[in-house]
Structure formats: structure tokens, C-alpha cells
């Protein structure tokens, strides 16, 4: 898609704060949503996910939160750590299509 | 959960010369299979995915073809490699069974050429 040749967006904060990374998703339609983390030189691993009939999910130390109405997904983590520091990505898929689409990439700098 | 295997992790190919990454899946059956492609601090772009053995959809028109001669092994090719070819190519699995779901990512393959 168009957003893959755009350079990543990028989040710094200090160690210990909270971080919250944002995403807008194009499909009304999509029922799936997940959160993926890529540390540099390696693949993508999964956070968290959320389905649509949930507006908010919690795991350890992350939160992830679905506003259907805007269309709009976030990530907060909380107390953030060097170890965080990566690029985080969402992406959404359902609605007809099991093909997900990923969105353009947060990187996320965490200051020690 | 699922492992994903891929190789070669790095690879230094001058143009014009073929291209043949493997990817093989552990620990599921009859897997969807995906090949990305990722330039330095961009997103990722979708190449190809398959339902099955022999199934290739393509979602980029270009130099590469991929191909699925087994369940779980899924091989990206060229025949003649483009300077605009390099980047970092993972490879994705997903449980064929549940439909849209997770994707296990392989570590990836660093492909540059000169």
C-alpha cells in the first residue's frame, strides 16, 4: 500500500513513563486487530490482539484500546523500558478478508 | 505455537543473478503462508500468500515469484535480481483453520544487491 514507502513515525519518552502509539485503520468492516512488535533486524512478534465486539483489552503491562467509531486503535504501555524500544505496528484484518493490513509503524525510542 | 524457519539470514547478490529464499513452518498444518518484503525503516508490503500447496496469490506485480511445493515450506524466487530487489524479506504463518489470526514472523532475510 501507499503507507509502506513513507518513513516511520517516531515516539521517544523517557524510561518509566507511559507510551501510547496510535493507529487509524481504513476498513469499517475489519473485526480483528492486532498489535506487533519488531526489534531491529528481526521479524515482527505478536503483543496483543482485540476483537470488535471489545473496546478494551489488557495484558502485562500493555493495553490495547478500539474506538470502532473513528476507527481508531491504540497501544499503551505502561512503565516503559529500554527493552520496549522497537517499531510496533498494527493491523487489522476480517470483514470478508483474512489478508491483514498492516499500518505504517511507530517506532518507539525509550530513554534511559 | 508456531516456528518459523527461514533462510539464508543474510545474502549479498549482484544484479541479474537468481534468488531463491526458503521459509519452513513448525508446529501447524495446512497453514495460510505470506512473503513480505521491508525496506530499511519502512513498512511492510505484501508480496504474496497461499491457502495451500500450489496456491500463490500475488499482490505486488514484479520480478518475483513465489511457490509452495509442500504444506509448511513456502520459496520466494527470481531469475534476475533488481537493483530495487533489496530489503528484508520475511516470511509469515497463520492458522489456516482460524482464518484471520496471528501471524508468526520468521527472523527474516537481509537481501542486498549491488
Known amino acids: 500500500g501507499e503507507s509502506v514507502g513513507l518513513h516511520l513515525p517516531t515516539l521517544s519518552v523517557q524510561e518509566g513513563d507511559n507510551s501510547i502509539i496510535n493507529c487509524a485503520y481504513s476498513n469499517s468492516a475489519s473485526d480483528y486487530f492486532i498489535w506487533y512488535k519488531q526489534e531491529s533486524g528481526k521479524g515482527p512478534q505478536f503483543i496483543i490482539d482485540?476483537?470488535?465486539?471489545?473496546d478494551k483489552r489488557q495484558g502485562q503491562r500493555v493495553t490495547v484500546l478500539l474506538n470502532k467509531t473513528v476507527k481508531h486503535l491504540s497501544l499503551q504501555i505502561a512503565a516503559t523500558q529500554p527493552g520496549d524500544s522497537a517499531v510496533y505496528f498494527c493491523?487489522?484484518?476480517?470483514?470478508?478478508?483474512?489478508?491483514?493490513?498492516f499500518g505504517r509503524g511507530t517506532s518507539l525510542i525509550v530513554h534511559p | 505455537s508456531q516456528t518459523i524457519h527461514q533462510w539464508p539470514a543474510t545474502l549479498v547478490q549482484p544484479v541479474g543473478s537468481p534468488l531463491s529464499l526458503e521459509c519452513t513452518v513448525e508446529?501447524?498444518?495446512?497453514?495460510?503462508l505470506y512473503w513480505y518484503r521491508q525496506a530499511a525503516g519502512r513498512g511492510l508490503q505484501l508480496l504474496f500468500y497461499?491457502?495451500?500447496?500450489?496456491?500463490i496469490s500475488s499482490e505486488v506485480p514484479q520480478n518475483l515469484s513465489a511457490s509452495r511445493p509442500q504444506d509448511r515450506q513456502f520459496i520466494l524466487s527470481s531469475k534476475k535480481l533488481l537493483l530495487s530487489d533489496s530489503g528484508f524479506y520475511l516470511c509469515a504463518s497463520e492458522d489456516g483453520l482460524a482464518g484471520a489470526g496471528e501471524q508468526f514472523f520468521g527472523p527474516g532475510t537481509r537481501l542486498t544487491v549491488l
Open positions: 493491523a487489522e484484518s476480517g470483514g470478508g478478508s483474512y489478508i491483514p493490513t
Open positions: 497461499s491457502v495451500g500447496i500450489g496456491q
Open positions: 482485540i476483537r470488535s465486539n471489545m
Open positions: 508446529g501447524t498444518s495446512n497453514p495460510n
